[in-house]
């Protein structure tokens, strides 16, 4: 028995592995409510003392700030570190210690590729504990680079260990390309950690088009399966009276299909929304796209009216209009490119026909469309007073900046010259393709 | 109820200190911010204790990968809940793994901390908590695992788990206890339940079935000590009050200056059975004053008994096909090894109940995993699934009834590698020995005792012994536990065989006194 009563015991008095009073003893100590670990580790870093794992995990209860980085450096500077010792002692965030791995560590692992595997997977996984963003880049380029298996996964659960602290752009980027990686525990373990980032599935749906190894592809099903996907509501201009066109009802009922969840449109025109109890029964919030490519009077006023009403029934998660959205601003690009390609010398930019716009906001935003596309915007008047004017003619391509047909496209097709007006953008495979697996991927 | 603990804060230990400061349940809305800040910002107190209120378990083995520990009561557990388990479990990918307790439940491992918070809420949405399932918390409530099924029920256990769980989460239950609390309540023959701290064992009075209340029995490093009888009678709609009764006796009375003598049974010691009985109907008396007899029972039903019980046999396996009290329904008692389970194993788990049963699981102390309501005619397609290769119905005797704790891939005073010895123990053995009938083995890695092995027939504990003049992994063994109607807890038997030489010893003790017959060893060639 220790007499704990009195002075508090030390190392000497300790029993050596394999003694049965070592594990009461330890016990003991570990209930002590204040113990001096400075015996304990000079005994350590005298050789006096085994740093067995039995012994630390009682002394790490009563670690002091330094001692952790103490033991680190004692351990590097031993012939035959123990690989197991740095998780057991370095575990706790502390920036000096951050500092020691980070000197440890260099940044081209081809560099380190003499020492021990063991010892250099220790460090790796500890820096990630450290959660300290300066690890980021080496940690990122451990996980790439030509080295053993064993080293890019340490690193991989380096980046696990520290998941909220990393940059998360570059994250999901490294993340994606580690999800197509020719080991597949790797591979597996990216998937898994793309699944713990918010809105995993704009991640998981695009790699499940990708050709994954078999298990890792499985996995990816596994996680999408069961990542909730919430209601989604499409709202879209619509025809008078509140008419759907029949490209958006196909692509509504695609959606629907390809989500697994309800998928409803509400067409502005229309004079009341649609049956809310689909869309609310599972009891998950409630995706709100507005389907508008061009940020006017629908999408400053009716969208926000829209989505209040929709709050007083549910939780709301509003997503930009379909115009903002780079992905749908590339497709746009490439199809203006085609069109391009297939007009005739000395034609100009093609031509992104749209409804008149007021106001400074919708100028820059056609500023910007018209840099990000190649093309040229063009307001074309349909209403009433201005459908009287002769017949439009136009001296590129040009496409209808319009999802399904509308006034605009009734009047184009009325007015200009067979061929010269491409069909509404949802018509468009190309476009219309982009656009179902961005909306499939939203949450 | 919330009781502050009897002495002043300066002689508090550090774990009463940690627990005065703030209540563990106190961290579920900033769940999802710690898993954000990292459990290294954690102070120790929280990430040690306090966690282990929300079912959460840092593991100093694993850093950085959480244990969770649900709350199953009764061992019952459905196909959709079981899915989502190993949903969180895959998740973790090679860290992940999951172990069937002898509490009847599940703990999953390799989760990270930030995993916690989206998990409790999916948890919550099956109808799970992990609420208080760890540390000095009333831990899951067992019954019978047969229960609603059994041919040979005396009573049907599950409402009455579930109720006494309802009171013991609910406003009034305890919230700081001095130690942790195992509750247990039987409902067939087989119900040996002695190892609880507050056991209620099916008993009549006055041709009434109702419980005799058993109190006091635990294991530790320190003592072993079987539940003894507090002589009261009990009807069945009682327990949930009366449990409330005892815990907050328990929470005001208890020992908080010595944590190794804080079990219930030293309380009982202390005060004496006579007197802690009228102190419990004490505090019984003040709580249904204090709630009201809806919320905390009529301590007036309460009656005088001698202890007498209608338990009266070692518990069975349950493995098999067996036949349900229900005409044309079975269950199927699967061997899960060491109650070990992985992601692929628990989701075909829940896809075979559903398929072939009602959707419904049973867990047992045994660690083995039932699946009920089986109709006749699914039988056969359901025996000839690939997953019953791996989970056996009809295991060896020496695997049916094997019990092991975590040991020291996750648990850092593990003296041996608990659930990989015990399994390539068990196989070596039955290449050696064939057994008339099961014996049960009981392993685990340190005095501390998780793996009970003072109830096994053998028993096994982690040890160091001496070999060839080195220190070497070995086990003591303890023989003669018996959970019948002459309950006994096993003695030792021998100190320490290394771990090379225990198919050897093992052998040995089960030819000479478990009448076991050796097989002819394979030809050479």
């Known amino acids: 028995m220790i007499p704990l009563a009195e002075a508090p015991p030390g190392p000497a008095e300790l029993p050596s592995g394999g003694d049965p009073g070592r594990w009461p003893f330890l016990q003991r100590l570990r209930r002590l409510p204040h113990l001096d670990p400075e015996p304990w580790l000079r005994a350590i870093e005298s050789g006096a003392l085994q740093p067995e794992a039995d012994l630390l995990a009682v002394l790490a209860e009563h670690w002091s700030a330094d001692a952790p980085l103490r033991l680190l450096r004692w351990w590097a500077a031993q ?169 958006l009802l196909s692509l509504a009922v695609e959606l629907e299909q390809r989500r697994g969840a309800p998928v409803r449109l509400q067409a502005l025109s229309a004079s009341a929304p649609p049956d809310g109890e689909p869309l609310l029964a599972a009891g998950l919030p409630l995706t709100l796209v507005p389907l508008l490519v061009l940020p006017g009077g629908h999408v400053r006023q009716d969208v926000p009216a829209i989505a209040a009403h929709w709050r007083r029934r549910t939780r709301v998660q509003r997503q930009p209009f379909l115009g903002a959205w780079p992905c749908w601003q590339q497709a746009l690009r490439s199809e203006l490119q085609t069109l391009a390609g297939a007009a005739e010398p000395g034609q100009g930019p093609p031509l992104l026909l749209h409804h008149p716009l007021a106001g400074a906001l919708a100028q820059r935003y056609l500023a910007l469309l018209e840099q990000v596309t190649g093309g040229r915007t063009l307001a074309t008047p349909y209403s009433a007073p201005d459908c009287d004017g002769p017949t439009l003619s136009f001296t590129a391509p040009a496409l209808p900046l319009v999802l399904a047909a509308n006034r605009l496209t009734d009047r184009l097709a009325g007015t200009v010259p067979g061929g010269t007006v491409g069909v509404p953008l949802l018509q468009r495979p190309a476009l219309r393709a982009v656009l179902l697996d961005a909306l499939e991927a939203l949450p | 109820m919330s009781t502050a603990p009897a002495s002043s804060p300066s002689t508090l230990s550090k774990v009463e200190q940690a627990k005065a400061e703030l209540c563990g349940l106190e961290l579920a809305p900033r769940l999802e911010d710690l898993g954000r800040q990292g459990w290294e910002a954690l102070d120790e107190a929280t990430l040690t204790i306090r966690l282990k209120w929300l079912g959460i378990f840092f593991r100093p083995v694993t850093p950085g990968r959480f244990m969770l520990r649900l709350r199953l009561p009764n061992g019952v557990i459905t196909a959709e809940q079981l899915a989502v388990l190993a949903e969180a479990v895959d998740r973790c990918g090679e860290h992940g793994s999951a172990d069937i307790t002898t509490r009847q439940n599940i703990q999953l491992r390799g989760l990270l901390l930030e995993d916690m918070a989206p998990l409790l809420a999916e948890l919550e949405r099956v109808g799970l908590t992990s609420r208080q399932s760890g540390h000095d918390n009333p831990r899951n409530i067992t019954g019978n695992p047969l229960a609603g099924i059994d041919p040979e029920e005396l009573i049907d256990t599950r409402p009455l788990v579930a109720s006494i769980q309802t ?25 040996f339940l002695l190892h609880n701290d507050l056991a209620f064992l099916p008993a009549h009075h006055n041709g009434e079935l109702g419980f005799t209340v058993m109190v006091g029995g635990f294991f530790s490093a320190q003592r072993n000590a079987l539940a003894i009888p507090l002589g009261l009678w009990l009807p069945a709609a009682q327990l949930p009050g009366f449990t409330l009764a005892v815990l907050r006796h328990f929470e005001r009375a208890g020992n908080r200056q010595q944590r190794n003598k804080s079990r219930l049974m030293y309380l009982v010691d202390q005060l004496g059975l006579e007197d802690y009985r009228q102190a419990v109907l004490a505090t019984w008396a003040e709580l249904a004053a204090e709630l009201g007899c809806e919320q905390a029972g009529d301590p007036a039903t309460a009656a005088a008994h001698d202890g007498s019980h209608l338990v009266n046999r070692a518990p069975r396996d349950g493995l098999g096909v067996q036949p349900q009290m229900q005409a044309g329904q079975s269950w199927v008692g699967l061997h899960v090894p060491m109650g070990r389970l992985d992601a692929e194993g628990m989701a075909e788990l829940a896809r075979l109940a559903r398929t072939y049963g009602s959707g419904e699981l049973r867990l047992t102390e045994a660690q083995n995993a039932l699946i009920v309501n089986v109709p006749t005619e699914h039988l056969e397609a359901l025996l000839a699934e690939p997953l019953l290769q791996r989970f056996r119905p009809d295991p060896s005797p020496l695997q049916a009834e094997a019990v092991s704790c975590t040991g020291n891939a996750y648990c850092s005073f593990a003296l041996m590698p608990t659930k990989g010895t015990a399994q390539a123990v068990l196989e070596e053995l039955e290449r050696r020995v064939e057994l008339p009938h099961a014996v049960r083995m009981h392993w685990t890695g340190c005095p501390n005792a998780c793996g009970q092995p003072y109830m096994g027939q053998i028993g096994l504990m982690g040890a160091k012994a001496r070999k060839d003049g080195e220190m070497v992994e070995a086990a003591k063994i303890y023989l003669g536990g018996a959970m019948d109607a002459e309950p006994k807890l096993a003695e030792l038997h021998h100190k320490g065989v290394p771990l090379s030489d225990l198919a050897d010893v093992l052998e040995q003790l089960l030819v000479e006194r478990f009448g076991a017959r050796r097989l002819p060893s394979p030809s050479v060639f």
């Open chain 1, 79 to 247: 012939p035959a570190p123990d690989p197991q010792l740095p998780l057991l002692v370095g575990i706790r965030r502390n920036p000096a210690l951050a500092d020691w791995l980070l000197a440890q560590l260099p940044a081209d692992p081809l560099q380190q590729l003499g020492r021990p595997p063991e010892l250099l997977a220790a460090q790796l996984s500890l820096l990630g504990h450290q959660r300290d963003a300066r690890a980021w880049p080496l940690l990122r380029t451990w996980v790439q680079a030509p080295i053993p298996a064993s080293l890019r996964r340490a690193a991989l659960e380096g980046l696990a260990l520290g998941l909220p602290v990393w940059p998360r752009a570059a994250l999901r980027r490294c993340l994606r390309m580690l999800a197509a990686d020719l080991d597949p525990q790797l591979a597996a373990t990216a998937v898994d950690l793309l699944t713990r980032l918010p809105g995993c599935r704009r991640q998981l749906v695009p790699l499940s088009r990708r050709a994954l190894e078999p298990a890792v592809a499985g996995r990816l099903q596994r996680r999408l399966a069961a990542t909730p996907v919430q209601p989604l509501l499409l709202v879209v201009h619509g025809r008078s009276g509140g008419e759907l066109p029949s490209e």
């Open chain 2, 167 to 191: 009171a013991l989460l609910g406003p009034a239950g305890p919230r700081n206890l001095p130690r942790k609390f195992n509750v247990a309540v039987g409902g067939a023959p087989d119900s």
